[in-house]
């Protein structure tokens, strides 16, 4: 779990890096990047926390 709370935090660090070069620098790819980042990291999420009801739901025969 500390690993997923990991990659959380540096994807938003790094969304966070790229909405600001963006804004000092005025070049579109790092507002693509975040924005691509961003978009696959609500992906990620969703997966995630799928997996974690289905865990919580299912009852597995041991």
């Known amino acids: 779990m ?3 709370r ?3 935090v ?4 790094t969304i966070g890096a790229g909405f600001l ?3 000092l620098t005025g070049n579109r790819y790092y507002l693509s990047m975040s924005w691509r980042l961003l978009r696959w ?3 990620f999420a ?3 926390f799928a997996l974690m009801i289905v865990e919580r739901v299912a009852v ?3």
């Open 2 to 4: 500390w690993l997923l």
């Open 6 to 8: 990991l990659l959380a």
């Open 10 to 13: 540096i994807l938003v660090l």
């Open 21 to 23: 070069i963006y804004a």
């Open 41 to 43: 990291g609500i992906v």
């Open 46 to 48: 969703l997966i995630v």
């Open 60 to 62: 597995i025969p041991v």
